[in-house]
């Protein structure tokens, strides 16, 4: 007998956050998340995202075993900012048993009716640094530390259930080559020759946080106001994100791109991939996953585009371009083998187009659905 509940306690939360690292034990392409980091989310005195968002959560149980999870969301600044009334499904996991996925999904969707909302859609997190969208395509490439990874199956057990896409993401996977690409420092030179946009250099990765840290957030929230799911980040949360994310920065990743008013209009940030360092410690810090860690920050040999953002009135300027030159030039000085760029909307062109200089191939596809209720 299949049994769904909502959880509360610590200890069922525990099971919630480990239940991933026993379904995917024997695929070699799963990344887990770190625990603690998963832990933390879902406590509202650790999570900033609860000052603005509910959550629920829910353990499917067979025959005494944990056997599926899922969480509701609701984030108010998104409903109040589209002004709509939807709620978020969440960290949907379960064997391969239709019964589970529907009584999970059952069991969120009853929640948001409860909360007076009129659609679902998901899997998305309180926000749009998180991991989301449902893998649909490329199971069969490794992971990567900044987004998510599912079994196929989950893709009908959803549109079974009623839901149907409702956005569209595509992840590139960009070889360093080993000689500089002409056309790519042919047309970054004409940017900066004709615009005056120049990079700014710092003598440490905590120079950059520490300067322009909340900045940062500042031309996150104008530059993607308008893409699908984003939220705005509230000034905890903000700082929240920056001390999570200090540990594994690297100045050499990083490119802030400023105009001849010495006003900064663009910056990309790239992360050593954490994807194998995770996958040898399981998602752990202790006893020896911190070993692991920290080798990979220090001796990289793959880098995760995070985050690209650039002033709306400079996007067809050529500063993505450069940003990404710049990133890259120092990724094959220092013997990078590719770098991922994680989740681009399928229909954003502005920022697929910034890649046709590149050499790349498309690794992943995943999907946003939606149900009315």
Same mark, same amino acid.
């Given at each position: 007998? &299949?049994t ?27 990344? *887990? ?12 005195? =650790? ?12 353990l /499917?149980? =067979?025959?005494g075993k ?14 109040l900012k589209?002004?709509t ?21 059952? /069991?969120?969707e009853?929640?948001?009716?409860? =909360? ?9 997190g ?38 149907? *896409?409702?956005?569209?993401w ?35 990765? @905590? ?20 893409? !699908? ?23 050499? !990743?990083i490119?802030?791109i ?8 663009? !910056? ?11 996958? =040898?410690?399981?998602?752990? !810090? ?8 920290l080798? /990979? ?9 995070g985050?690209? /953002? ?10 993505t371009?450069l940003?990404?030159? @710049?990133?890259l030039?120092r990724?094959?000085?220092?013997? &990078? ?8 909307l399928?229909?954003?062109i502005?920022?697929?187009s ?8 498309? &690794?992943?596809?995943k999907?946003?659905? &939606?149900?009315?209720?």
């Amino acid at each position: 007998m &299949i049994t769904v509940r909502q959880i509360t306690k610590r200890r069922d939360f525990k099971k919630f956050v480990k239940l991933p690292d026993r379904l995917y034990k024997d695929n070699k392409n799963f990344v *887990p998340p770190f625990e603690q980091d998963e832990l933390d989310l879902t406590n509202p005195k =650790k999570n900033a995202c609860f000052e603005e968002s509910e959550a629920v959560y829910f353990l /499917a149980e =067979k025959d005494g075993k944990v056997v599926g999870r899922i969480a509701g969301i609701i984030s108010h600044a998104y409903n109040l900012k589209n002004n709509t009334k939807r709620a978020r499904f969440s960290r949907f996991e379960c064997i391969e048993d239709k019964e589970v996925a529907d009584k999970l999904l059952e /069991a969120c969707e009853n929640w948001a009716r409860e =909360k007076g909302m009129d659609s679902i859609h998901g899997p998305l997190g309180f926000n749009d640094l998180e991991r989301e969208g449902l893998m649909v395509e490329g199971f069969d490439k490794e992971g990567c530390y900044l987004t998510s990874y599912n079994f196929p199956y989950y893709q009908k057990f959803i549109e079974d259930n009623g839901y149907v *896409p409702d956005a569209k993401w595509v992840e590139w996977r960009i070889p360093i080559p080993k000689e500089h690409n002409e056309r790519v420092l042919r047309v970054a030179d004409v940017v900066e020759k004709r615009y005056g946009f120049y990079e700014k250099q710092f003598k440490s990765s @905590n120079e950059v946080i520490d300067k322009y840290g909340m900045e940062f957030f500042k031309l996150l929230d104008e530059c993607y106001k308008d893409i !699908y799911g984003t939220i705005p980040f509230n000034e905890k949360l903000v700082k929240q994100t920056i001390n999570s994310f200090k540990l594994i920065i690297d100045k050499r !990743y990083i490119s802030l791109i400023f105009n001849k008013n010495d006003e900064l209009i663009g !910056y990309g940030i790239g992360f050593p991939s954490l994807a194998k360092a995770l996958v =040898k410690c399981r998602g752990r !810090y202790l006893p020896f996953g911190i070993f692991h860690l920290l080798k /990979a920050i220090k001796h990289p040999k793959v880098i995760e585009l995070g985050l690209i /953002a650039v002033k709306p009135e400079y996007q067809k300027m050529g500063v993505t371009a450069l940003i990404i030159k @710049n990133i890259l030039t120092r990724m094959k000085e220092d013997g &990078i083998v590719y770098c991922d760029t994680g989740c681009q909307l399928e229909d954003n062109i502005p920022a697929i187009s910034a890649l046709d200089m590149f050499e790349r191939d498309l &690794i992943r596809r995943k999907t946003c659905y &939606i149900k009315q209720l």
